[in-house]
């Protein structure tokens, strides 16, 4: 934070002018510090009119209540366009495959032998 008018640290950019800097080097220097109303009776013009200290406002209409399902409902609109939410069931789990022992080949039975008579 710097201080209007400060001098700046050497080897530092000289600080911009402030507006009241300029205003007290200009023509309207002699100005500043006076109330309104004895600059616009140096210039020839009224004074400012007195305000009073309490202004009468007229009463205000009772506001409606709230709706608040009014107030959300951009935002369940917005909601509802990602979806219900709802997932489905997830899909099955793929069967899981056990290794088999590994079984012999099973033999033919045997034929029967052709008997002589």
């Not at 789990?93 to 034929?111: E, F, S």
């Amino acid at each position: 934070m710097t201080i209007p008018g400060a001098i700046p640290p050497p080897g530092a950019e000289p600080l911009d002018p402030t507006v009241l800097d300029l205003l007290r080097a200009s023509s309207l220097a002699p100005m500043l510090d006076q109330p309104v109303n004895h600059i616009l009776q140096d210039m020839g013009l009224p004074n400012l009119p007195e305000m009073p200290s309490v202004i009468h406002m007229p009463e205000l209409p009772p506001l409606p209540p709230l709706d608040l399902t009014a107030l959300m409902r951009p935002l369940t609109d917005l909601a509802s366009a990602f979806g219900s939410g709802k997932l489905g069931a997830p899909p099955p789990a793929p069967a899981r495959r056990t290794p088999r022992a590994r079984r012999t080949p099973r033999r033919p039975p045997p034929r029967p032998t052709p008997r002589s008579c």
